[in-house]
């Protein structure tokens, strides 16, 4: 089933890492797209182990999957790692020194970026905008809860997400559908 989104879409993304980048670490992300009509989509998911960033980055590249192909979307994260990569030339600097950073390091997730530049090209502009996590911005606040939970849950040791959907019409009426193409 498609997305009942329509443009523009504000995407709220947010990760979460327990015991972040060590063996027992647990993962969890989400992602809240809505759109002008107040139609709403909620995704959740997780990895084990993880790290944070790995996360911040996952919930973004599910939510830009989700929503329909040549959206605006404003993505609101508290992650200056997301971005910084993509609003201040980072990603493109990754990409033409051979994914090495100006320090001539291996780039961190690499395969989470080379699929964002993916689901870059499928949109018509992504604007990301910063907000302060743990500040009291209620929406960013919403995020975390979510992706705290979905690091709570008993996740594969894989290394792509397992996808939970849910979607919430603008009456409140629960709607579901799967992303996950299975």
């Known amino acids: 089933m498609s997305s009942p989104l329509r443009s523009p879409i504000r995407l709220i993304t947010d990760g979460a890492c327990s015991a972040n ?10 992602a809240i797209l809505t759109d002008g009509a107040g139609q709403e989509l909620v995704l ?3 990895e084990a182990p993880s790290t944070n960033n790995r996360m911040e980055l996952t919930a973004v590249l599910e939510g830009l999957r989700a929503a329909p192909e040549g959206s605006e979307i404003e993505l609101v994260t508290d992650s200056t790692y997301v971005a910084h990569a993509l609003s201040k030339g980072w990603l ?13 390091d291996p780039v961190a ?4 970026w080379k699929r964002m ?5 499928r949109h018509a502009r992504v604007t990301p905008t910063v ?8 929406e ?3 995020a ?8 709570q849950l008993d996740w594969p040791d894989s290394p792509q997400p397992v996808l939970q959907t849910q979607t919430l019409a603008n009456d409140g009426e629960q709607l579901g559908f799967d992303l996950s193409g299975s």
């Open 21 to 30: 980048g060590r063996d027992a670490s647990r993962g969890g992300w989400s």
């Open 44 to 46: 959740t998911g997780g």
């Open 92 to 104: 493109d600097g990754w990409q033409r020194r051979g994914w090495r950073t100006a320090s001539k």
């Open 109 to 112: 997730n690499q395969e989470l």
């Open 117 to 121: 530049l993916v689901e870059l090209a």
């Open 131 to 138: 907000v302060k996590g743990h500040a009291g911005h209620p």
């Open 140 to 142: 960013n606040e919403r």
């Open 144 to 151: 975390d809860r979510l992706a705290q939970d979905a690091a």
